[in-house]
T-cell receptor, first 109, second 115 residues
Framework: AQRVTQPEKLLSVFKGAPVELKCNYS??????LFWYVQYSRQRLQLLLR??SRESIKGFTADLNKGETSFHLKKPFAQEEDSAMYYC???????????FGAGTRLAVHP | DADVTQTPRNRITKTGKRIMLECSQT?????MYWYRQDPGLGLRLIYY???????NKGEISDGYSVSRQAQAKFSLSLESAIPNQTALYFC??????????????FGPGTRLTVL
């Protein structure tokens, strides 16, 4: 079965510190992966997608097939980054996202 | 995204009652989804629909049913609510489907409490 693991329920850092939110997956074939974010009192929304190799709000995520990881990174965290982050591989065949349990990022001043 | 709306936003009900949660979208998307969110478990897919004639079970469909009344509307029903169905329910839509560039757009959520 396809699974995604986000080992940290809570990640607490100070403003300006580097951030890495971990995501590991078990998946057959070539996975397509996404990070979704939910800010306080806002809807869940797409943050970035693996295939685009983009940097959004300073965040990047590299797919490491050897380690089956798709960690989300930002070199200098900001208070407005505080949110719930979900790693989500795309299930093969159809657009079915499999969400991890999520990591709450708290950035303190 | 105001293009995906859910009603009601909050609902408290009793065990055994039938409940319907509604989702509407003005994005013109063919694909719609229902998820539930529980603390520590993330979002889990209940049902999904790729068009008005296509309904598919997700990973946790037991105890739930859905109806796709039109392209824009996708309803989730709990035929006989039980306390462990207390959760936050999200509706989502997507357009292209099955592509790595696709995006799902989420509604604001419905908080359901079953006493």
């Amino acid at each position: 079965a396809q699974r995604v693991t986000q080992p940290e329920k809570l990640l607490s850092v100070f403003k300006g510190a580097p951030v890495e939110l971990k995501c590991n997956y078990s998946y057959s074939g070539s996975p397509e992966l996404f990070w979704y974010v939910q800010y306080s009192r806002q809807r869940l929304q797409l943050l970035l997608r693996h295939i685009s190799r983009e940097s959004i709000k300073g965040f990047t995520a590299d797919l490491n097939k050897g380690e089956t990881s798709f960690h989300l990174k930002k070199p200098f965290a900001q208070e407005e980054d505080s949110a719930m982050y979900y790693c989500a591989p795309l299930s093969g065949g159809y657009n079915k996202l499999i969400f991890g349990a999520g990591t709450r990022l708290a950035v303190h001043p | 995204d105001a293009d995906v709306t859910q009603t009601p936003r909050n609902r408290i009900t009793k065990t055994g009652k039938r409940i319907m949660l509604e989702c509407s979208q003005t994005k013109g998307h063919d694909r719609m989804y229902w998820y539930r969110q529980d603390p520590g478990l993330g979002l889990r897919l209940i049902y999904y629909s790729f068009d008005v004639k296509d309904i598919n079970k997700g990973e946790i469909s037991d105890g739930y049913s859905v109806s796709r009344q039109a392209q824009a509307k996708f309803s989730l029903s709990l035929e006989s609510a039980i306390p462990n169905q207390t959760a936050l329910y999200f509706c989502a839509t997507s357009d292209l489907g099955g592509r790595a560039t696709d995006t799902q757009y989420f509604g604001p959520g419905t908080r359901l409490t079953v006493l």
